[in-house]
């Protein structure tokens, strides 16, 4: 062990951050970078080899401590921040220890390094360095459980430091202490299913609980520019080509940050691909002329419709007696009794993602055969997160903003174990698409469950958002648009999915009642292969 260095881990989804985590970094202050396996391809190692002589790709450590991690989190699923798997998360001091260097700043592979990379490592020279949590400080505490289950034997407050766990700088001789308080609450947390429910965003509250007994709040960083999120910046708008130049660009677009991070948010390489998908499939349209003048004009509404929905939104978020807002912001809020058969209580962990979800999930949040892990997406993500903001809502799950027509350039196939979408679905552009989407990133075996209003485009005038009538007729759910043909959902999917229930229901997930029925539709997905990351590479 000598010299300093950078680790982080990555698997194929996450190398190019990784590769612009190098490149960054060499271009400050070359130190070299050791990164974690966790799938990378063997193109990419070659490429690694060739390009980058101070990237060294290690194997995971085969230890006692990350075998336990990969015992009680291998099976969990897929985290509000998309790409990234549970247990490595929880194995991360484990990783931080392994390091070859002396001195070692721990960086997650969706930071890009901006400016003063010696001034970082200058920092530890009076000890180990942590950074303050900028994008969802509320919500970082640790569960007042933890503590009777972990005590700490010095006056703390339990509410700080708010940190983020994606940089930290250790020297781990002098830091040994620190460290093995970071390893412990993991450990206790593989031995304990209730100790890793307390514990706040996996190995970030681990940190957060490691400083508290250690008394080490005063090395958490007073400046957020050491790992800045993105949100802060003018670089949220994105796109950008993902290549060396774009670091030049990202210095332009955000000022303010040292370290630039994008926790919480989809990262840019996937934006850039999402957005050259887009174009194709803009261009083949016009080319074959595929229904243009139809999908102009329903774009059209939905336009429209958006701002109708935004001021819907701000208005229900601003009343916090709104009907619903109190089970939607509640953290242990119970998951609906109609939805547990439809997961398998054998699993310790259960992957749901909400299509359409608004900006805050109606679905409840706990269970009592294992956790839930709660992806939720909306095409207005980044609106409602600014509505929420204003209005001082933490939400439970963090929004991801992407279309329900365009999951799978987010999500990978063959992931979440129950795909979950309400009063949704004919607000889209294209409602079959969005099925097939959700079919696509559900696993075999897993299932579809929709619920929307019954022919809500006829009643509504074909205004706004609502373009599409979806109802139940014989047996069959059906979708039709304005002057479109009816489409028979069973018939569309049938090579697919199977259609394991149809029904009229009358109350919201949140129990309210429906002023009009509402129609369900229940697919369950055939057999096809799976996949361990959510992150669509």
Not at 41 to 60: C, G, N
Not at 91 to 108: G, M, T, Y
Not at 180 to 199: F, N, S
Not at 500 to 512: Q, Y
Request: with cysteine.
């Amino acid at each position: 062990m000598s010299g300093i260095g950078i680790v982080t881990l990555a698997d194929s989804r996450y190398f190019p951050g990784t590769e612009m985590l190098y490149l960054s970094a060499r271009k400050l202050h070359p130190v070299p970078v050791v990164c974690f396996d966790l799938g990378i391809t063997d193109e990419q190692k070659d490429l690694a080899t060739r390009s980058y002589p101070e990237l060294l790709i290690l194997p995971v450590p085969e230890t006692a401590d990350i075998a336990a991690v990969r015992e009680a989190f291998g099976d969990s699923g897929a985290l509000a921040k998309p790409g990234k798997r549970v247990w490595p998360l929880w194995a991360c001091p484990f990783l931080i220890a392994a390091s070859p260097f002396k001195r070692v700043f721990w960086i997650d592979s969706d930071i890009v390094i901006l400016r003063d990379l010696r001034g970082l490592f200058a920092l530890l020279e009076d000890g180990p360095v942590f950074t303050p949590e900028n994008f969802a400080p509320e919500a970082t505490p640790n569960k007042p459980e933890l503590y009777e289950l972990l005590p700490i034997r010095r006056a703390f407050n339990p509410k700080e430091p708010a940190v983020n766990a994606g940089v930290s700088g250790w020297d781990l001789e002098r830091d040994q202490n620190a460290i093995e308080a970071y390893m412990l609450p993991v450990r206790k947390a593989c031995a304990d299913p209730r100790v890793a429910q307390a514990i706040s965003w996996h190995d970030q509250g681990a940190l957060i609980w490691a400083i508290q007994s250690t008394g080490l709040e005063h090395r958490v960083a007073k400046s957020w520019k050491w790992n800045l999120c993105v949100k802060h910046t003018r670089a949220i708008k994105g796109p950008y080509d993902w290549n060396e130049g774009v670091i030049d660009t990202l210095r332009r677009d955000a000022p303010e940050a040292n370290l630039l991070h994008w926790n919480g948010h989809a990262v840019p390489w996937v934006q850039g691909r999402a957005r050259k998908q887009r174009r194709l499939r803009d261009r083949l349209a016009s080319m074959f002329r595929l229904g243009a003048s139809s999908s102009s004009v329903r774009k059209q509404h939905w336009a429209e419709g958006r701002e109708h929905e935004i001021t819907f939104w701000n208005r229900w978020l601003a009343d916090k007696a709104s009907p619903g807002f109190r089970f939607r912001v509640d953290p242990h809020s119970r998951l609906q009794e109609w939805l547990i058969p439809y997961l398998d209580k054998t699993r310790s962990t259960h992957r749901i993602l909400d299509v359409g979800s608004g900006p805050l999930t109606n679905l409840g949040k706990v269970c009592d055969f294992g956790v839930l892990e709660i992806v939720c997406c909306d095409p207005l993500a980044e609106v409602y997160g600014e509505l929420l903001a204003k209005n001082g809502i933490v939400p439970p799950h963090p929004l991801h903003q992407v279309a329900g027509e365009q999951l799978t350039t987010v999500f990978s196939e063959g992931y979440f174990d129950l795909t979950f979408s309400n009063n949704a679905i004919d607000h889209a552009t294209d409602p079959a698409a969005v099925v097939s989407e959700m079919l696509k990133v559900t696993k075999a075996g897993g299932y579809v469950i929709i619920q929307v209003a019954e022919n809500e485009g006829k009643r509504a005038g074909y205004e706004g958002l609502h373009q599409w009538d979806c109802a139940m007729r014989d047996g069959r759910f059906l979708i039709k648009g304005r002057n479109r043909p009816e489409l028979d959902m069973g018939q569309e999917f049938a090579g697919q999915a199977c259609i394991m229930e149809l029904a009229h229901v009358f109350r919201s997930p949140a129990g309210l009642p429906w002023d009009r029925p509402h129609v369900r539709v229940v697919l369950q997905k055939k057999a096809a292969e799976k996949t361990e990351s959510p992150l669509q590479g």
